[in-house]
């Protein structure tokens, strides 16, 4: 029941800025958009949510058109170590529970 | 302050027994999810548990259950292990009601021979 859909892989020099991609039409009003990215198996690491307005923080900025059916990751500067695989992400709540439903995710890779 | 820690980090276990991995959630945060990651794939939803109640399952088979102690800490565990049990379980918690994002433990990588 993936709610995301974004390209497989992507490439970015380092230094410049990567956008990432994700398309969600199918998303609900109350759903809220997440990302996160995955190094080597580890863990996922939180990046940034939002639901309606544009959100940034230290590590990126989170660009959701007005019909909320997709959105931009954006690191401002991508480094070497920012190379990972990066989920758009969709919050799923109902009747007291929620979950988050990954995509496959794009794998980003930062050339020197 | 620690994160969500998962224990152990790796296993390995035959065909048709059973197993349990264990998941610290940070503190104050009482939500605790697991998901399970094949290869290749992105992490699918389980089970989400809230001051130790099931709230919500994912599209597994009863062969999977889990519990959350008084503590929020919490276990999964999978009888009659299959082949394609073999993956990454993740561990995630969060403070509900609040505008924050999950935080994943490490995981535990699962091998089923």
């Known amino acids: 029941d993936a709610k995301t859909t974004q390209p497989t892989s992507m490439d970015c020099a380092e230094g410049r800025a990567a956008n990432l991609p994700c398309n969600h039409s199918?998303?609900?009003?109350?759903?809220?958009v997440y990302w996160y990215r995955q190094i080597h198996s580890q863990g996922p690491q939180y990046i940034i949510h939002?639901?309606?307005n544009n959100e940034t923080n230290e590590m990126a900025s989170l660009i959701i058109t007005e019909d909320r059916k997709s959105s931009t990751l954006i690191l401002p500067h991508a480094t070497l170590r920012d190379t990972a695989v990066y989920y758009c992400?969709?919050?799923?709540?109902?009747?007291?529970?929620?979950?988050?439903?990954f995509g496959k995710g794009t794998k980003l890779t930062v050339n020197p | 302050d620690a994160g969500v820690t998962q224990s152990p980090t790796h296993l390995i276990k035959t065909r048709g027994q059973h197993v349990t991995l264990r998941c610290s959630p940070i503190?104050?945060?009482?939500?605790v999810s697991w998901y399970q990651q094949v290869l290749g794939q992105g992490p699918q939803f389980i089970f989400q548990?809230?001051?130790?109640?099931?709230?919500g399952r994912g599209n597994f088979p009863d062969r999977f259950s889990a519990r959350q102690f008084p503590n929020y800490s919490s276990e999964l565990n999978v009888n009659a292990l299959l082949l394609g049990d073999s993956a990454l379980y993740l561990c995630?918690?969060?403070?509900?009601?609040?505008?924050?994002?999950?935080?994943f433990g490490s995981g535990t990588r699962l091998t089923v021979v």
């Open positions: 995630a918690s969060r403070i509900l009601n609040a505008n924050y994002g999950y935080t």
């Open positions: 199918t998303i609900s009003g109350n759903e809220y």
């Open positions: 939002g639901l309606k």
């Open positions: 992400i969709v919050r799923v709540a109902w009747e007291g529970s929620e979950k988050l439903v």
């Open positions: 503190s104050g945060h009482k939500s």
């Open positions: 548990y809230y001051e130790k109640e099931e709230r």
